[in-house]
């Protein structure tokens, strides 16, 4: 089984968390758009997101947490392929440097 040339490299743990946020910005057209998703998980640069709409790599979009009312503006790193049960899901990344989520992670080296 061959590994992939550059193997997938995280700089922070994941936590499953689901928080209902508010994805807006501008699409490819230049129109607004504004929808209403949820986290599957988060770290501290980042979250996977449920969506019911396209989005391009490289794609800036603000987050709004409904709860918290933090807003923060991410790029978009990953797509889920259609056909997969990642179909629907998008990576976002922090561009922001702050603490976002509202909640503290744990050490990188727990539970090793």
Known sequence: MATPPYPEQRRSSRLQFRCRVRISGKD???????EE???LSISRFGASLRTARPYALGQTIFVHTLEHGHVGLFQVVWMGRAGTREAGQIGIELLDARRFWGIEFPPEDWGI
């Open 28 to 34: 490819f057209q230049g129109n607004e758009f504004s």
């Open 37 to 39: 998703s949820e986290t």
